[in-house]
């Protein structure tokens, strides 16, 4: 069983940055695809962005692309989502899945192991 623990979420002002690290507790994780997902309440899980096992090949949502970027630490079983130019809409608690496999995954329902979310707020 894998546990992934998120942190680097805050209160920011639009145009800000943060980084989201994701940390997981077993080395197989580098062997893992990484999916970032967000959700604001009374709305679905929203897909963000994601990476295969060696964070080489990533994909991202259209409202995120160009502004963050994902990224894999295999040797410190990390991932992390570079969030800039922060928009009020980006306001959600964000979450970090981890999946075996080969390839990226945008569909949650995919992913075996989620982190507990962290909560990222732009104030305008």
């Known amino acids: 069983q894998v546990q992934l623990v998120e942190s680097g979420g805050g209160l920011v002002q639009a145009g800000d940055s943060l980084r989201l690290s994701c940390v997981a507790s077993?080395?197989?994780?580098?062997?893992?695809?990484v999916g970032w997902f967000r959700q604001v309440p009374g709305k679905e899980r929203e897909f963000v962005a994601a990476?295969?096992?060696?964070?080489?090949?990533?994909d991202y949502s259209e409202s995120v692309k160009g502004r963050f970027t994902i990224s894999k630490d295999n040797a410190k079983s990390t991932s992390y989502l570079q969030m800039n130019s922060l928009k009020p809409e980006d306001t959600a608690v964000y979450y970090c899945?981890?999946?075996?496999?080969?390839?990226?995954?945008?569909?949650?329902?995919?992913?075996?192991?989620w982190g507990q979310g962290t909560q990222v707020t732009v104030s305008s």
């Open positions: 899945a981890a999946v075996g496999g080969f390839r990226v995954y945008k569909d949650d329902t995919l992913y075996d192991y």
């Open positions: 077993d080395r197989i994780f580098g062997t893992y695809a």
């Open positions: 990476c295969d096992w060696s964070g080489e090949t990533t």
